[in-house]
T-cell receptor, first 113, second 113 residues
Framework: AQSVTQPDIHITVSEGASLELRCNYS??????LFWYVQSPGQGLQLLLK??????LVQGIKGFEAEFKRSQSSFNLRKPSVHWSDAAEYFC???????????FGTGTRLTIIP | DSGVTQTPKHLITATGQRVTLRCSPR?????VYWYQQSLDQGLQFLIQ???????AKGNILERFSAQQFPDLHSELNLSSLELGDSALYFC????????????FGPGTRLTVT
């Protein structure tokens, strides 16, 4: 069964600093990977996705993620965070044959001035 | 705005009651997913419908049921409500079957008193 681990429950970063949120997945074949962001009281918004091809994918709001098969990871990065990036971030994995997405437990991002 | 609409936004009801949550998917999307999000359980997949047919089932209680209508909108029915059913309920839609990106609605916050 596929699974997703987000090892960091809460991360605090200074505004303007770089960010990396970790995501590890467990699945035998090539996974389909996603990052979502959820602001307080809002639904989840898709940031980016990886299906195949270039392992570095660009998303909205200046985010990018890199798929590393050898490490079973799909970490989310941003070179310089803004106060508006404070939110909960979810990594998700899917694959053909199991049509539902499996979500990680989320990482809450706090931005300090 | 994801294009997925959910009503109502908030719902307060008493234990033992029954409620219906409604979701309209993005134009052109045939799959609808229901999720429950609570502080202790995180984001839990409940059920998926594709073009009117149940496609996948997750951690959905027997007290809960769903359906997708010919116009592709979906309803989630929650009955014999318990305090523990208080949560955010999200609907998401995607273009078809398979691990495609899902677009989430704003959610319905259910409070059971």
């Amino acid at each position: 069964a596929q699974s997703v681990t987000q090892p960091d429950i809460h991360i605090t970063v200074s505004e303007g600093a770089s960010l990396e949120l970790r995501c590890n997945y467990s699945y035998g074949a090539t996974p389909y990977l996603f990052w979502y962001v959820q602001s307080p009281g809002q639904g989840l918004q898709l940031l980016l996705k990886y299906f195949s091809g270039d392992t570095l994918v660009q998303g909205i709001k200046g985010f990018e993620a890199e798929f590393k098969r050898s490490q079973s990871s799909f970490n989310l990065r941003k070179p310089s965070v803004h106060w508006s990036d404070a939110a909960e971030y979810f990594c998700a994995v899917g694959n053909f044959g199991n049509e539902k997405l499996t979500f990680g437990t989320g990482t809450r991002l706090t931005i300090i001035p | 705005d994801s294009g997925v609409t959910q009503t109502p936004k908030h719902l307060i009801t008493a234990t033992g009651q029954r409620v219906t949550l409604r979701c309209s998917p993005r134009s052109g999307d045939l799959s609808v997913y229901w999720y429950q999000q609570s502080l202790d359980q995180g984001l839990q997949f409940l059920i998926q419908y594709y073009n009117g047919e149940e496609r996948a089932k997750g951690n959905i209680l027997e007290r809960f049921s769903a359906q997708q209508f010919p116009d592709l909108h979906s309803e989630l029915n929650l009955s014999s409500l318990e305090l523990g059913d208080s949560a955010l309920y999200f609907c998401a839609s995607s273009v078809g079957v398979g691990p495609y990106e899902q677009y989430f609605g704003p959610g319905t916050r259910l409070t059971v008193t």
